[in-house]
């Protein structure tokens, strides 16, 4: 199968981000080791003070805050996202750990571009506090899941997941530290599908080499 990237042309990954941009780094990590046949062309950020930012930086990568805060409603703050992604011509726009949703225009622009991680097994849990939640409910399971992005709010086809179990003693802070491992391995392995060709959205399903995704 053709790979989307080759040395000379590699795939062109923006990334979206709120905070501290962990799952950024392990992106960038991995690009740099030539695990993901991609790099990072821009980084994008609603809060000005994101530690993602300085992480950019330091890798030598260009960054850009759109403070959600400037624009009088989702609609305009969309626009002028879209105005910057577009302007990093990328082949996929990963959401990691970016805290704003997404109006349905801006996202059926990047339909079947644009993936997103989520602390839970979906469809279980989506939205905030997931980790709270699983302990609540006395889960025996949790973990992360990827999916790519569609208007409705962490529905989208799901490509892949991770899994651990829930400790007796966990807390919240140790489940997250736990489900944060789990994310830096299961993100970077679904853009280097997407990376390679071998993962698409078709038919309102993730599709790998050819197959629907079974999580």
């Not at 703050?77 to 990963?94: E, H, K, N, S, T």
Request: charged content about 25%; glycine content about 8%.
């Amino acid at each position: 199968m053709r790979s989307l990237s080759d040395k000379d042309n590699p795939c062109r990954l923006v990334v979206l981000i709120s905070g501290s941009g962990t799952n950024l780094q392990a992106i960038i990590d991995r690009c740099e080791d030539g695990e993901i046949p991609a790099r990072v062309v821009g980084v994008i950020s609603n809060e000005p003070c994101a530690g993602g930012l300085e992480r950019s930086a330091k890798a030598g990568i260009q960054n850009v805050v759109i403070d959600h805060r400037d624009y009088s409603g989702r609609s305009d703050f969309d626009q002028a996202l879209g105005r910057r992604i577009d302007d990093y011509r990328p082949d996929l726009v990963i959401l990691a750990g970016f805290m704003r949703i997404l109006g349905n225009d801006l996202v059926q622009r990047y339909q079947g571009r644009m993936l997103n991680i989520h602390p839970s097994l979906l469809p279980d849990y989506p939205g905030l506090n997931t980790h709270q939640r699983a302990l609540a409910d006395q889960m025996m399971e949790h973990g992360a899941t990827v999916h790519f992005v569609v208007p409705q709010l962490d529905a989208g086809p799901i490509v892949i997941q991770g899994r651990i179990p829930v400790h007796t003693d966990d807390t919240t802070e140790t489940l997250a530290q736990r489900v944060h491992e789990v994310e830096y391995r299961i993100y970077p392995q679904a853009i280097r599908w997407f990376a390679e060709g071998r993962l698409k959205l078709r038919d309102d399903s993730a599709c790998l080499d050819g197959y629907p995704v079974r999580p």
